[in-house]
């Protein structure tokens, strides 16, 4: 979900004044604020392979590579149907929810959720057209699943913990890798170390561990950007 540097701020505040006991680590917070605030958006040219870009290049032999990009693991999540629960026996995949004529609502345009969704569709060999209600969308993952809940529609597609949150049923149809993207010479840095062991410490393992669908079993370990695991600096 997108949010400001002021509503980071503010949420930090009210979790400090509610439960300061949990939030004493300052580095940790320190952390997630320089992280915040060194948020940028990358353009890069549509015909491009992911696997020859470099995103900080320092050498001419880094021009066809990624040698300077390392990956810090964050999340996995999985994302699926959200539906009745009495729906899930027979329904397995969005082909089912097509053949069913089952009413469907979507994510709206631009969102990640919607490019898998419309990836899942084109992996499955169906048409956007075919899905009834394609058409329908909310915009966040909770609002899918209130949507189903409240009978306007019988499937969506989203977060685990969001049919959870609304005793719903689930089916899992992909799994998500979240990581950060660091410069290698970054790694050393007093705000990537801190956030790397807040990552791989039990604290935040035990709160990823308590939402649903969610796995932290990874988090903090470095990989390249063809999966390879260089060792910790």
């Given amino acids: 979900e997108k949010f400001t540097v002021t509503q980071l701020e503010n949420a930090v505040a009210a979790a400090q004044a509610a439960e300061p006991q949990k939030l004493r680590p300052e580095d940790a917070v320190q952390s997630i604020r320089w992280l915040a605030r060194s948020n940028y958006q990358l353009v890069l040219p549509a015909d491009a392979e992911a696997s020859e870009l470099v995103i900080f290049p320092q050498t001419s032999n880094e021009s066809r590579g990624i040698e300077d990009l390392r990956l810090v693991r964050f999340v996995d999540r999985e994302q699926g149907l959200i539906l009745a629960r009495a729906q899930r026996p027979r329904v397995k995949s969005l082909g089912d929810v097509i053949r069913r004529r089952l009413r469907f609502v979507n994510r709206q345009p631009g969102s990640g959720t919607r490019l898998l969704i419309d990836a899942q569709l084109a992996l499955e060999g169906l ?68 956030l790397r062991h807040s990552l791989t410490g039990p604290i935040f393992k035990e709160l990823v561990s308590r939402m649903t669908g969610y796995d932290a079993t990874h988090s903090g370990e470095l990989e390249r950007v063809d999966g390879s695991h260089p060792r910790s600096p």
């Fill in 127 to 194: 048409q956007a057209g075919d899905l009834r209600g394609y058409d329908k969308e909310e915009f966040t993952h909770a609002a899918v699943a209130a949507t189903v809940a409240s009978g306007r529609a019988d499937v969506g597609f989203g977060v685990a913990a969001a049919a959870a949150e609304y005793d719903l049923g689930f089916v899992p149809v992909a799994r998500e890798h979240y990581y950060f993207a660091v410069r290698e010479a970054m790694l050393r840095s007093a705000p990537i170390v801190a």
